[in-house]
């Protein structure tokens, strides 16, 4: 399989006034087409500024990020992105606010062709009787979906999701895993999830990549091997404790709070 | 909107206008105040009736300068924001200086604008009315702007859209409520500047030189009466920015409750 997304050895500093605030270095990061890794850490460890490296939003100091075998040196229209606040803009309908990367992004789609896709989408998500809805009308959860329909509006081949079910509550975010899982059989795309949650994480991807403390490097990479379509009821086998058991105590070398050698559960 | 709400739309606001108008009449009489202390509303048809057609004339000029000068401090001040709203740099530079501007008495201002455009009195009342209304434009583009999320401008710059893309599709309409917000201080303020023209430099034109006169000829009830009708047009434009606002920005308004 390609490596759609490959990040070698990457490292960014920001400029504060007390001087540089080092937040990567030596990121090592691969995702095959088609595969679906999360990356998890401590707070403030730099997994948002991962998202911005790979959107092309901004330049890392050195190393390189990959896209599609290109280097990435500035924005491409073949990304997706969603975040933590839904960001739709309040004075669009959902049906137009999931329309918008369309007016940026060159396309080959007509405007009905454009506006049936949208529909197409909004249904997958579960917002059918919603396209025009404000978004002031919608719900947490839903504001969630219609972002998530916007950001895959394009057909972008990388689908960047930066906490995206943080500020939702637990029913509202174990129902959106579930769309995420429909959306990806139907739409198939490459994604990075940044995300906090490890139950989350081993149940959405297919790769968890564990970032240290700030500085952040790759700390530990856990797989994920899919066996059929996922349920709710997978996250509460014996296999699924130990993940999640491996990847707190990563958490917890990463936070600093327990020795890097040994003391495994 | 119900019947009922219609309704008390428009009867509240009424019924507050006689409540005021009924007290003022009944302070008057109380005190025993003459017309030259104060006038009663009582007074005030007389006054109109007496001098309707001057009324007319200059309640016009009055409104056309204030809105000549009321729409280039939107055009103006919306420009000044969006250099500081985009530009760090120039917020720095610039806000201390428009303080102070807008800290100098406008009233001070009308002799030094008068002697520089001597006779120009449409000009210089107009420049006048946009002096004194532009800052609250200014500041508020420039706020609504240098605080816009920075994910509202990444979504679009993601996908490689330029400045003035983000501008005119996000920025822009985001601004919007703020912009009205400021509008509408900005209506009334610019009355103020027509009126100080007017008043404290008369040139025969305009409902402050009507005032003046009302004052040389110790004719009390018309300058009380000028005020009211500086008063109604300042809600009449106030309105009309209102109107404007739901039209361009009702997005940004949420039902009470």
């Known amino acids: ?265 | 909107m119900t019947a009922r709400a219609a309704f008390n739309s428009v009867a509240v606001p009424l019924l507050a206008l006689v409540v005021f108008l009924a007290f003022w009449e009944w302070l008057v009489w109380f005190k025993g105040w003459p017309t030259f202390k104060m006038a009663a509303p009582s007074d005030l048809p007389p006054a109109y009736s007496r001098h309707w057609d001057l009324f007319l004339t200059m309640g016009w000029q009055t409104l056309w300068r204030t809105v000549a000068g009321l729409l280039l401090a939107v055009v103006f001040g919306t420009l000044l924001g969006m250099i500081m709203g985009f530009s760090r740099i120039m917020r720095d530079a610039l806000y201390p200086l428009l303080v102070g501007f807008n800290a100098i008495p406008k009233a001070t201002v009308v002799p030094i604008v008068a002697l520089i455009f001597v006779g120009q009195h449409d000009f210089n009342t107009v420049l006048l009315a946009f002096m004194i209304s532009f800052f609250p434009i200014a500041v508020s583009v420039s706020i609504g702007l240098s605080t816009l999320e920075p994910e509202y401008r990444d979504i679009l710059r993601a996908l490689g859209a330029s400045q003035a893309t983000i501008f005119w599709k996000i920025a822009l309409p985001k601004t919007l409520p703020e912009f009205f917000g400021a509008l509408k201080v900005a209506a009334t303020l610019a009355f103020i500047g027509t009126n100080l023209m007017e008043i404290v430099s008369p040139h025969g034109r305009g409902l402050g030189a009507l005032f003046d006169s009302g004052r040389t000829n110790s004719d009390f009830p018309l300058m009380f009466a000028v005020l009211i009708a500086l008063a109604f047009l300042g809600i009449v434009l106030y309105y009309i920015v209102v109107a404007l606002e739901k039209i361009f920005a009702g997005w940004a308004e949420r039902s009470p409750g």
């Open chain 1, 1 to 265: 399989m390609q490596e759609l997304i490959k990040i070698k050895g990457v490292r960014h500093a920001y400029q504060t006034d007390s001087g540089p605030l080092p937040v990567l270095d030596g990121l090592e990061l691969s995702v095959p087409e088609g595969g679906f890794v999360a990356v998890v850490g401590p707070s403030g460890c730099g997994k948002s500024t991962l998202t911005r490296l790979v959107a092309g939003l901004m330049k890392p100091d050195a190393g390189e990020v990959w896209l599609h075998g290109e280097q990435v040196r500035g924005p491409r229209p073949t990304v997706g992105m969603a975040f933590q606040n839904p960001v739709l803009l309040e004075w669009r309908s959902i049906l137009k606010n999931v329309l918008l990367p369309l007016e940026i992004v060159p396309t080959k789609l007509s405007r009905k062709q454009a506006e049936e896709r949208a529909r197409f989408l909004l249904a997958l998500v579960g917002l059918e009787g919603f396209e025009d809805k404000r978004p002031s009308e919608l719900s947490g959860g839903m504001r969630q979906r219609a972002s998530l329909c916007r950001a895959l509006i394009h057909q972008p081949d990388v689908l960047i999701l930066d906490e995206p079910f943080g500020a939702l509550d637990a029913f509202t975010r174990e129902d959106l895993w579930m769309t995420m899982h429909q959306v990806k059989e139907r739409e198939p795309f490459t994604g990075v999830l940044i995300t906090h949650d490890l139950r989350e994480s081993i149940f959405l991807a297919d790769q968890v990549v564990v970032l240290s403390g700030r500085p952040a490097r790759t700390q530990y990479v856990l797989d994920v091997p899919k066996a059929g379509p996922r349920t709710l009821d997978d996250l509460y086998t014996p296999q699924a404790a130990d993940r999640l058991n491996i990847l707190r105590h990563q958490i917890q070398i990463a936070q600093g709070r327990a020795p890097a050698e040994g003391g495994a559960s």
